[in-house]
């Protein structure tokens, strides 16, 4: 660009049109920007996703979640060896086949002091497999491809950090299970416990509630 | 006669309950994207946008890539994530394990944040899953109320030990990925 300031020599002083040419410019930089990683979202991620998600989609029809049913009655069976069916076996097929946020309603079949641990279990499970199978969430899918987009960048495959996901989230939907149903076994206990006592400073009930 | 239409029907209801299926299944899924994904792709975009263009990101980065390449940064942001007064506001659609999870996507990409970290970062960001669902939830498996009473606190304590716990098992189990 031709200096046009008329002190030659001077620094050149950008003219008024330059200086909004200049801002507008940059404006418009940052759009441009999140229009290229748009771009590269729905080229690279929503033909595969959508090709995924009716393949399985079509599988569940088929199969019917009926099906899937009787293995939550199995889970709600007492004893140490249903451990892992009822924060396994159960959620993983839940998620997979139901998805989020059908999935919690596999527990209806556990018994009651089971249900906060499954919906524990079966939540943490609702993002690990995304790396191989976005169609259980797909509506939050960045929690994986966010991270999984940086992987991309440094020209690494993400197939090995998908997989690795995907068993770190079997050993913590499990840990979780158990944890959570510990926990909420001690609560019940104390308010069974609190229950039998009579409440000698019982509030009186509002009336008219 | 008969038993050849009766196989020509039988053929004809089979196939036709398969396409159904397909097409109802495609249905689902270009509904899915349109209503739930390409909405985040656009905002997810706009944020990046903003990120890279301006120097804005620069900031809440430094402070990320502080946390997000060391593993007692990992423990601490899963710490802070799971506190159960936090965790039921941190929860909502993802949306904030969504931000944080690009945030740290773009840093991995520049080189600022090992990609090996990629693995317990996903489980850091994220050890408030569902805690802003925990009602409607066991609602859902049908649950009686006292059940949500006690399975609400139950989950939001169970998660201060397993968010951690999560970010070192992931920890432990990223050994050998991308150092090779």
């Not at chain 1, 690279?44 to 009716?54: A, F, Y």
């Not at chain 1, 399985?56 to 029809?61: D, R």
């Not at chain 2, 656009?42 to 502080?66: C, H, K, N, P, Y």
Request: charged share 15%.
């Amino acid at each position: 660009m031709a200096d046009l300031s008329l002190f030659a020599g001077a620094p050149p002083v950008a003219g008024i049109n330059e200086t909004l040419g200049q801002w507008a410019e940059n404006f418009i930089g940052v759009f441009r920007q999140g229009a290229e990683t748009f771009v590269g979202l729905v080229v690279g991620i929503i033909p595969l996703l959508i090709i995924l998600l009716t393949a399985v989609h079509a599988l569940i029809k088929m199969i019917g979640p009926e099906r899937i049913d009787r293995v939550g009655e199995m889970a709600g069976r007492p004893g140490l060896q249903y451990y892992p069916i009822r924060y396994l076996v159960l959620p993983v097929l839940a998620v997979f086949f139901l998805t989020n946020p059908m999935c919690y309603t596999m527990g209806r079949f556990l018994p009651e002091r089971d249900k906060p641990a499954f919906y524990d279990s079966a939540v943490s499970f609702v993002h690990p497999p995304l790396g191989l199978f976005p169609h259980v969430n797909a509506g939050e899918l960045f929690v994986w491809a966010g991270i999984a987009a940086g992987i991309t960048t440094l020209g690494l495959p993400i197939g090995d950090l998908a997989v690795r996901y995907f068993y770190v989230g079997l050993i913590v939907i499990f840990m979780r299970g158990i944890v959570t149903e510990t926990i909420s076994r001690i609560m019940f206990a104390r308010r069974a416990r609190g229950d039998e006592e009579p409440e000698v400073t019982a509030p009186a009930a509002p009336e008219g509630t | 006669m008969d038993t050849i239409n009766a196989f020509l029907n039988r053929i004809g209801r089979g196939v036709g309950g398969v396409v159904g299926a397909l097409y109802q299944a495609g249905r689902e899924s270009i509904d899915m994207v349109i209503r739930n994904v390409l909405p985040f792709m656009a905002f997810i975009s706009l944020i990046i946008g903003v990120i890279l263009a301006t120097g804005i990101g620069e900031w809440i980065a430094d402070r990320l890539t502080g946390l997000a390449s060391s593993l007692p940064g990992l423990l601490l942001m899963s710490i802070i994530c799971a506190l159960p007064v936090l965790s039921p506001l941190l929860g909502p659609g993802a949306v904030i394990a969504q931000i944080v999870g690009t945030l740290i996507g773009v840093e991995i990409g520049q080189g600022d944040i090992p990609p090996q970290y990629a693995l317990p970062a996903l489980f850091a960001i994220n050890p408030q899953v569902g805690c802003d669902f925990i009602p409607v939830g066991l609602s859902l498996a049908e649950a009686e109320p006292e059940t949500v009473e006690v399975g609400v606190p139950a989950v939001l304590f169970s998660r201060m030990v397993t968010g951690p716990a999560a970010v070192v098992i992931a920890y432990l189990f990223s050994f050998g990925l991308y150092t090779g």
